[in-house]
């Protein structure tokens, strides 16, 4: 045997070792999706849906909560079923009425739309046990990129105890109120340009 092949075998050894001492990462205990709650008719117009833009600690899978002293930590044992702004956009995209004048579309599928519905999610967290969901909502105009209206919506929900499963599901209804408004003032926006 030379040399390499010695020094080979014994790094593969080393290497070996240290992958098994790594810890396995924590599965969670529950996985929460966030879904439109409503069907709202009267989109008399057809509109991309972007995905809300959002702080990565925010857009992602973890649910945070925010401590008295406003430092953020994730909840242990619960995550979203997946990145949080995407759920938040397919439920808009789908909390729209579908068989209406107009659709809402993901801008993926390349459909040429008049208006665009674009969202700033600038909080997603659990307060003590409340949860909380802020974002800033505009409609544009597709055409010229004008900016037809903006909106603050905010929503609060109160967990049923303190618990991680039901902070979740405050966290999970307050997101879902603000999808709700959301949605429904794209329809009144759009309703007047009519």
């Not at 800033?136 to 055409?143: A, E, G, I, N």
């Not at 049923?160 to 879902?176: E, G, P, T, W, Y």
């Amino acid at each position: 045997m030379n040399m390499k092949t010695l020094i080979l075998g014994g790094l593969a050894g080393l290497l070996a070792g240290c992958v098994s001492v790594l810890p396995e990462p924590d599965a969670p205990e529950a996985l929460y999706s966030i879904d439109a709650d409503a069907d709202f008719q009267g989109l008399r117009h057809d509109i991309i849906v972007r995905e809300p833009e959002a702080p990565r600690l925010v857009a992602g899978q973890n649910l945070i909560s925010e401590g008295p002293d406003g430092g953020l930590r994730v909840v242990p044992g619960v995550e979203w079923s997946g990145s949080a702004t995407r759920q938040m956009q397919l439920a808009m995209v789908n909390s729209f009425r579908t068989g209406e004048a107009g659709h809402a579309v993901l801008p993926e599928l390349g459909v040429l739309a008049g208006f665009e519905l674009a969202t700033q999610l600038s909080v997603l967290r659990l307060r003590g046990d409340t949860g909380v969901c802020e974002m800033t909502v505009s409609v544009l105009s597709t055409r010229d990129r004008s900016l037809l209206a903006r909106i603050e919506i905010a929503s609060r929900e109160q967990a049923s105890s303190s618990s991680a499963s039901a902070r979740a599901l405050a966290l999970k209804a307050a997101a879902m109120g603000c999808i709700s408004g959301a949605s429904q003032f794209a329809i009144q926006t759009l309703d007047e340009v009519s």
